[in-house]
Structures are given as structure tokens and as C-alpha cells.
């Protein structure tokens, strides 16, 4: 079983946005990142396939800047075998991205290429689905189940009302979803070893696509609530609120 | 001249929800440069779609076929493939299954595409729109050139009453390769509205003590009459009250219902990204300082044992009139 | 509600940049894991006075125990620093817990490590690195406290090994520990330099451990009083390189060490829950964060955690270099322990009367630290061993 696990850096969820001068990205002083949430579940999902098989090779695939080696690095502690960090900016358009990580993948005989269902920093829910495209693999999105079983994939996806069911032979592409498993902390002995296991740097460029962020902005406020009432007594007025002037009931 | 393709889901042989939203995005864009709207229906052939000239669809595109029983990524890719060509744009609903389809159409055809999108406009050559980043913790306008591929978040816009024709125009699939077999749908344990696609969502969160008082909840979502769901807060997920699906929030499902009603939630920002578009929220909570009443249009400071109830009795009384 | 959004650590003079990757790795791997695994059971725990013994496996399966010594032992080989801020980010959970992997690593593993012979080191090491030996370790007795070499405990020798008779108090993980480092005098009673360590794996006859009841501190943390009654052990019982009071004070120092770091953490959360509550708690109309009084509190409090950060990191690189001298240990064991108790204190009271809850853990870190202050060497002991270093005069 050899697998492709792509991740992305992303800030800590718990991060305060600030948006940066010339507006369309954000201040990344004192922002700390980390590896994007949803991509866990596709290193978790990946070293326990391996661990569950007893034989194969886990590869963490990245694309961007030389700050997102920390972040493999992070994968490598968790289990991971090997990273390769595709050296370049990524691009707005994330096609661009795909073509990338594609031509990549491309070849290396893998059986699956994992990712997060999504960054939480562009929520661009793209580059997966597209690399799977680009490779004409079988794909699944936001995938909560995967069993493995003679050269073919069962997943399930969570859809509106209920959960979809599907199957398709391997190699294939998923993106994975909160509900997958439970991702493992890296070790201090696993994060002790990341420095020593395989670690390929190759520059790539990425075209620059048809897609320009023209601006970032906070959204707006809010307007300040107001406390209806105390306990059960405050239950009328807050129904003629919600009926006659909210008018949502 | 912008002419927009919108590609409606379909499940269990009916159009689902958000096919009218859909095709008034779709209207918007089409008619900023007096463009048509053709709505494509991907089915094994006895969908009514009588309601989508109305809904504002100049065309709808038939495209039948036995594989398309149960949703299936690549027949859409490859029928949608073959007229793309004549589309600036191609929309789908921001649900599950669209957000599947997009990138595969973008790709396939190379082109662009955008998710989340909750506002969408043309000017010259340039499609640009507006999606939530950062869990809804900041806004990106995003320029898009050439044909572009669009997911249009539920709630974004409403349905038009500018109809159209929506003539009928039976169109061939072409040859695929099967290469995903979605097999079917187990619905979910609750049998209630999914978070994301309810008009009301009502969430609990640690302050309801125990799993199950999840019921007050439930008791309260029925009395809205089958418009209503119940949510959770990641805590009570991660304890094991509630199932992931209902999670709203950042690692959970973002929500924009008419109404939001959190209950025994503190409002962690993490939860606060999740449903911070809704129209309305209401918070029940005994901890005046808790911070969802920040964002709370109206709150009820109060033991929800007590209000919540109230309240359920209160929604019925005004249902039954 | 307490601890509702996430904790993100106390960083004003960007502490960050002066670690490697690695530390800050390591930090944050036992940050995740104290807030998933200890957060949601420590209020229960301390509560009911008992300690979260199912957390031992998944500490040992992060490496917890014994972090410090060389991977050949199954264990990760962290440099000091970053084991100092594991010590950190435990006791930001709670002090029982923290103190819990002080006496595995720095007092049970340490002295095998240190003290052993190859076939103890081979023996003990990988079984208490996994957690699947729980140790603890006897120096104190019910009359010397501050004062060790003063012990009655004996050793004597038999034919065929040794003989232990004594009592042990104030011992940390005492009754659920499979295995016991105790010191005892092989000579006589007022020969000091006759100390040495024993390995007493705690199902030898004669050996028993007993609860210490009625704890207003450390409630989540084991505290028993050791009985040894005749108990008999094997020759290879003796640690053969431990010689003299030396030898525990050693491991002492060790300790210190990560207690050093370990009310750096505690402060932390105490700093971090007061500053969440001074923006969300309304009075009169405003945060309370917006009153003067407050704002002074949460200033010293920032300012004295800054500079205790500092203490211990450079500490850490001292020791890395094999400079952390006992009394430099002792001046950060002294000034961290001692800031701590205070943020803690002014903490609880910024809190009102909702600090006096369990659901709040100021005063929970309150209580536990003053038996941090107390015990390692009490904090006067601290300014006895500093004012010796200053004149060269001891005063004990």
C-alpha cells in the first residue's frame, strides 16, 4: 500500500484574522500556523492503512513556500515516512494547484492521494477532487468511513439528510472529513526521528491561472442583541419579536 | 453575452431543495449581459421539472441515463463536458453532492472554479464573486476569467418570479467510465433536517448537561413543523452526545438558517464561525456573560430546562393559528 | 464558561523564536494532549481526590517518562529545554499531574540512569519509560524533612543481601507505584555519607504503601507514607554508583529543574483564565478588563511570567551546556514556584466569586501550589541554599 497524503499550512483555528496592508491577504504576524485540520485525517487515515497492511510507504506532499516544511515535518512525526515539498508559490486559481501536485503524483505508483476535505484558511474544497480529475482516478469527497479491501475502496460521504455510500477500485483520490478517525498526536520520539526520515525538496512553478483575490475584508458586525428577558417569563416577548418583528416564525 | 448552465441535483427522482435558488443566481448573472439560463437535469428520466421555467430557466436540459439512479460524478462530468462550451458560467448548489461536482466540471474543462459563493456578479470579461474565508471570519472577492465553474452557497439568493420559458430540450449523454459507484443513502438517525438545509436550526451545547435532554431540543425543532434541525456544538460532538453531522462550526457544518436558536451554548469562536450568517439568533443560556450573547440578536438569560420548553409550547400556539 | 475557547499559551517576548522546531514540536504535541486527555477529567479528579491513572498509558505512549534519557533506553532523548517545557505544559494542566511525571523521570528514572548498574539500566528503564512500571521515590520520613541526611532509615547488610527498616512520608505516586527508590543509611545512623539508593519493587513482603488522607492540595496526585518492615532484598538491590546524601540530591536537582519550568505553566493558565474572564465578565456596564485595578493585576501578572519564562529557558540552556549549577536551579526553583503561588492567588480573586469553583482553575493551581512551594526544598530552603552560594556561609 503506497500513499500520497497532501497537506497545506493553515493558521490555528483559534487565530484572530487581521487583515494585512494591500488587502487581499491576511496579517500573518503572531498568527500561528499550523497543519490544516482536515488534512489530519488523511495523515491518520494513511498511517493507519499502512500500520493495518504491515507493509508500504506513507509520502506527505506539499506545495509553497519553504515555511511549509515545518508543517511536514509535523506529518513526518505523526508516522508519515517521507516528504516531498514541491518548492514554489501556489497560485489563487487552484487548478494551477492541482496541475501541480498532479504532475507530481503522476507515476508514483501510489494507491491513494489523500487530502483534507478543505483548508480552513481559502476553504477552496478544489484541489483534491481536481487532482483526481487530472489523473482520471476514482474520486470521493469529505469521505467519514474508508475500508480498503481487495483493490477496492467502500467510503461513505456525509450529504444533506443523510449519508452516501459508494465504492470504486483503487488507485484512487479521497478527501477526508472530520468523522474519518481520530488523528493521532506526533510521539516526542516521532518528532525526534522527523529530522532523520527522507525529506525531497523540488522546485515547481505554478502558473498563475485565471483567478485574482481582489480583496479580503472582515466581515461586518453584527448589530449589538439585546437580553430579551430573564427564565420562562421572557419567552412571550421574545416570540413577539421573533413573529412580528424578525418575522422568521 | 453570459449564457450560464446550472446543473440541479437530483435524489430519489424529485429536484432537491435549492434548484429555484439556483436558477436565480444563475438569472443574475445571465442577465447583467442578457444572457439564457439553461438548468441541466442529470436523471434516469422521470424528474418533474415543470417548476423551472418559473424558477427562471429558459431551457431545461434532459440528460437520462441508467447510471444516474443515485448521484454520479462522472456521467454529470462528462454530459456537462459536452455543451460546456457554450456556457460562460456553470453554476451548482454549495450542498454535499455540488461541492463534489464542481472541481471535477473545472478541471474536465479547465477552468476556474469557486466555492461558497454567496454573492456573484459579471462585469466585462471578469466573473466576480464573494465567498466566505477563514471559517466566515473574513470575506474574499475573487475575480474569475474565461468559463468559469461556480458553487452557489444555499441562502445566498432567493427564488426570482422572473419566468421564463423553460422549454424542454432532451440532450445525449456521452460515453463515460464509471469510475465511482455510489451505491445509495442511508439516511441519518434523526430522521430531522439536515443543519445546513433547515430554515431553523436549534443547537445544544454542554449546558444541556446530558445527552439526553437532547430531546427538549427535538421537541422544540417539531414544533416548528418539519422546517427545523437540531445542531451541536463541537464540545458535545467530541463527548459523544450528537453525532458529527449535526456539528456547526468551524471543523463542523457552516449554517445560514432564517432563525438560529443556541441553547446551553457559551460561543466559542469556532462556533461563532459556523452560524454568525444566520438572519436570526436567539441564545438561551444561564451565564449572562457568556460570549454567544455577543452575537445574539436576542437572548434569554435563563435555566434552559425552563425556557426551552416555554418556548416549544409557545412555537406551537402560533403554528396551530 | 471556563476554558471555552481554546488555551494558546502565553507568549509576550516571543519565547517562540528562541526554541528550535523541535521544542516547539514537542510543546505543543503535550499541549494537545493535556487539553484533550486531562482538562476534560481534572476538575472530577480533584474533586474526589483521586488520579487520573487511565491517563498513564497514553503518557507513556508519548514519550513522557523520562523524556531526557537516551533513546537506547526507549526513551526520546530530548534535550533539557524540551523537557522542561513538557514539565511546563503538564502542570499548566494541573501540578498532580505534572508532579507525576517529575517522580517517574527525574526521580526514578534519573537515579537508575545515573546510579545503576548496566543490567538495572537495561532492566528498569524501557519498563518505566512505557508505563508499565509506576515508580516513586523515598527519601523523606515523618522527622526530616527539609533535613534528609538526618534519615533513620537502615540498610543493613545480610548474607545473602540487604535488610530495610524505616518510614518514608510525603511520597508522590507511594501507593500505586510498582517499584520504589529508597535511600537508606548502610552505616550508621549519624554517618550521612552511608546513604545509598535501593531498587524495592513494591510486592516485596514488608513493603507497604498507605494513602495520606485529607490533602487540601494535590488532590489529583497520589501522596502515600512508605512502611519498610524487614523488608528483604536481593544484593543487586543497591543503585552501586549512589554514594552518600549526594545521590538524592542529585535527583533533587533534577527535579527542581522541571519544577521550575512546571510553575511557569501553572501561572500560565491562572494568567490565561483571568485575563478571558476580565473581557467577558460585565460590571457596571463595562468588561471588568477595563477597570484600572485589573489592569495593574493582569500587568504583573504578564510582567512576572516573562521574566520567569526567561529564568528557565536560559536555565535549560545552562543545563544543556552542563551549567545548571544546584543553586541556579534553586534561584529559578525559588522565583518560578514562588511567582506562580502569587498569580495564582491575585488570579482567583480578579475570578471573584466564581473563582472558588471547580469549573474555574485558578484556585485549584492556588492550592496545588503551595505544596509546590513547600516540597523539593522548601522555598526557605531555597533562599538558605542561595544565601550559602551568595556567602559562602551556610545558615542551615
Known amino acids: 500500500m503506497k500513499i500520497a497524503v497532501c497537506l497545506r499550512r493553515t493558521p490555528d483555528t483559534t487565530a484572530k484574522i487581521v487583515i494585512a496592508a494591500g488587502g487581499t491577504s491576511i496579517d500573518e504576524t503572531g498568527v500561528k500556523f499550523v497543519p490544516n485540520p482536515y488534512d489530519e485525517y488523511a495523515i491518520e487515515a494513511a498511517i493507519a492503512l499502512k500500520e493495518k497492511a504491515g507493509a508500504g510507504e506513507t509520502v506527505v506532499v506539499a506545495l509553497g513556500a519553504d515555511s511549509v516544511q515545518e508543517t511536514l515535518r509535523t506529518a513526518l512525526a505523526m508516522g ?33 492521494v489523500l487530502f483534507g476535505k478543505l483548508a480552513v484558511d481559502d476553504y477552496g474544497q478544489q484541489t483534491g477532487a481536481m487532482v483526481a480529475e487530472l489523473l482520471e482516478l476514482p474520486c470521493a469527497t469529505a469521505i467519514t468511513m474508508l475500508e480498503i479491501a481487495d483493490g477496492r475502496a467502500t467510503v461513505e460521504r456525509e450529504v444533506e439528510g443523510g449519508v452516501e455510500q459508494a465504492t470504486c477500485a483503487l488507485p484512487a483520490v479521497f478527501t477526508c472529513d472530520k468523522g474519518l478517525n481520530n488523528p493521532r498526536l506526533p510521539s516526542l520520539k516521532g518528532i525526534m526521528a522527523a529530522r532523520k526520515k527522507p525529506f525531497d525538496i523540488a522546485p515547481v512553478t505554478v502558473a498563475a491561472g485565471a483567478v485574482t483575490v481582489a480583496s479580503l475584508v472582515l466581515p461586518p458586525e453584527r448589530a449589538a442583541g439585546r437580553i430579551v428577558g430573564e427564565g420562562a417569563a421572557a419567552v412571550p416577548a421574545l416570540m413577539q419579536l421573533l413573529v412580528s418583528d424578525a418575522k422568521v416564525i | 453575452m453570459a449564457n450560464v448552465l446550472a446543473v440541479l441535483e437530483v435524489r430519489n427522482g424529485a429536484l432537491r431543495k435549492g434548484s429555484a435558488e439556483l436558477l436565480a443566481a444563475a438569472r443574475r448573472l445571465a442577465d447583467a449581459s442578457g444572457g439564457t439560463v439553461d438548468a441541466l437535469v442529470c436523471s434516469t428520466g422521470a424528474v418533474n421539472t415543470d417548476t423551472l421555467g418559473a424558477a427562471g430557466a429558459d431551457r431545461v436540459l434532459s440528460a437520462s441515463h441508467a447510471d444516474f439512479a443515485n ?19 456553470i453554476v451548482v448548489s454549495a450542498s454535499a453532492t455540488g461541492k463534489d461536482l464542481a472541481p471535477r466540471i473545472a478541471a474536465r474543462i479547465n477552468a476556474p472554479c469557486a466555492m461558497d459563493v454567496t454573492s456573484v456578479d459579471l462585469s466585462g470579461d471578469t466573473i466576480r464573486v464573494v465567498r466566505p474565508v477563514y471559517a466566515g471570519k473574513a470575506l474574499q472577492t475573487v475575480d474569475l476569467r474565461g468559463s468559469t465553474v461556480i458553487a452557489v452557497r444555499p441562502g445566498a439568493y432567493a427564488g426570482l418570479g422572473a419566468g421564463k420559458a423553460g422549454a424542454n430540450v432532451s440532450i445525449t449523454v456521452p460515453p463515460f467510465t464509471k469510475r465511482l459507484d455510489v451505491t445509495g443513502i442511508r439516511t441519518a438517525n434523526t430522521g430531522l433536517l439536515d443543519v445546513a438545509e433547515a430554515r431553523v436550526v436549534i443547537s445544544g451545547g454542554r449546558g444541556l448537561g446530558d445527552p439526553k435532554h437532547f430531546v427538549l431540543l427535538e421537541e422544540l425543532a417539531a414544533a416548528f413543523g418539519g422546517e427545523a434541525a437540531v445542531g451541536a456544538s463541537r464540545a458535545v460532538v467530541d463527548a459523544g452526545w450528537a453525532e458529527h453531522g449535526a456539528q456547526v462550526g468551524q471543523t463542523g457544518k457552516t449554517v445560514a438558517p432564517e432563525l438560529y436558536i443556541a441553547v446551553g451554548i457559551s460561543g466559542a469562536i469556532q462556533h461563532l464561525a459556523g452560524m454568525r450568517t444566520a438572519k436570526v439568533i436567539v441564545a438561551i443560556n444561564r451565564d449572562k456573560d457568556a460570549p454567544i450573547f455577543k452575537v445574539a440578536d436576542y437572548g434569554i438569560v435563563g435555566d434552559l430546562f425552563e425556557v426551552v420548553p416555554a418556548l416549544t409550547a409557545a412555537v406551537k400556539q402560533v403554528k396551530a393559528h | 464558561m471556563a476554558g471555552s475557547a481554546e488555551y494558546t499559551g502565553v507568549d509576550f517576548y516571543d519565547m517562540d523564536g528562541l526554541l528550535s522546531e523541535e521544542e516547539r514540536a514537542v510543546r505543543d504535541t503535550v499541549r494537545a494532549w493535556v487539553d484533550e486527555h486531562l482538562m476534560p477529567v481534572i476538575g472530577e479528579c480533584y474533586i474526589e481526590g483521586k488520579f487520573p491513572k ?36 503538564l502542570e499548566r494542566g494541573d501540578s498532580g499531574i505534572r508532579s ?19 543490567q538495572q539500566k537495561k532492566h528498569w528503564l524501557p519498563r518505566l519509560a512505557s508505563g508499565q512500571e509506576i515508580g516513586c521515590f523515598g527519601l523523606t520520613e515523618p522527622d526530616f524533612g527539609s533535613n534528609p541526611s538526618g534519615m533513620i532509615t537502615t540498610a543493613r547488610e545480610t548474607a545473602d543481601g540487604w535488610l530495610l527498616n524505616g518510614v518514608k512520608m510525603w511520597i508522590t505516586n507511594g501507593s500505586q507505584a510498582t517499584v520504589a527508590i529508597i535511600w537508606a543509611k548502610t552505616g550508621d545512623v549519624n554517618d550521612a555519607s552511608s546513604i545509598r539508593g535501593f531498587i524495592v519493587p513494591a510486592s516485596t513482603p514488608g513493603y507497604t504503601g498507605k494513602d495520606q488522607k485529607g490533602k487540601l492540595s494535590l488532590r489529583a496526585s497520589d501522596t502515600s507514607e512508605i512502611h519498610l518492615a524487614d523488608v528483604r532484598l536481593p544484593k543487586d538491590a543497591i543503585l552501586p554508583k549512589s554514594a552518600g546524601i549526594k545521590s538524592p540530591l542529585m535527583c533533587l536537582t533534577q527535579a527542581r529543574y522541571g519544577i521550575a519550568w512546571g510553575g511557569v505553566g501553572a501561572a500560565m493558565a491562572c494568567y490565561d483564565e483571568a485575563r478571558r474572564y476580565a473581557l467577558n465578565r460585565i460590571m457596571f456596564g463595562k468588561p471588568i478588563g477595563q477597570t484600572q485595578i485589573q489592569q495593574e493585576r493582569l500587568a504583573d501578572m504578564l510582567t512576572e511570567i516573562t521574566k520567569a519564562q526567561l529564568l528557565a529557558l536560559q536555565l535549560g540552556r545552562l543545563k544543556d551546556q552542563g551549567k545548571a549549577t544546584p543553586a541556579r536551579v534553586s534561584l529559578a526553583k525559588r522565583n518560578n514556584v514562588s511567582m506562580a503561588c502569587d498569580i495564582a492567588r491575585e488570579a482567583r480573586r480578579l475570578l471573584g466569586a466564581n473563582g472558588i469553583l471547580i469549573e474555574y482553575h485558578s484556585m485549584r493551581h492556588l492550592a496545588n501550589l503551595e505544596s509546590v512551594y513547600t516540597y523539593e526544598g522548601t522555598h526557605d530552603m531555597h533562599s538558605l541554599i542561595l544565601g550559602q552560594e551568595i556567602t559562602g556561609l551556610a545558615a542551615y
Do not use: K, W
Not at chain 1, 516531498?84 to 508514483?108: F, M, P, T, W, Y
Open chain 2, 71 to 89: 448521484y454520479c460524478p462522472d456521467g454529470t462530468v462528462a454530459t456537462v463536458a459536452s455543451v460546456s462550451a457554450q456556457y460562460r458560467a
Open chain 1, 80 to 112: 508519515i515516512d517521507r516528504a516531498v515539498h514541491l518548492q514554489g508559490n501556489a497560485s489563487a486559481d487552484g487548478l494551477e494547484n492541482a496541475r501541480a501536485l498532479a504532475d507530481h503524483v503522476r507515476g508514483g505508483g501510489y494507491d491513494l
Open chain 3, 100 to 118: 507525576f511525571a517529575s517522580v517517574q523521570g527525574a526521580l526514578v528514572m534519573y537515579p537508575i540512569f545515573s546510579f545503576g548498574s548496566d
Open chain 3, 54 to 89: 487511565q491517563l498513564i498509558p497514553g503518557m507513556a505512549e508519548l514519550g513522557l517518562f523520562g523524556a531526557n534519557l537516551p533513546e537506547e533506553y526507549g526513551c526520546a532523548g530530548l534535550n533539557n529545554v524540551a523537557y522542561g517545557l513538557i514539565m511546563q505544559e
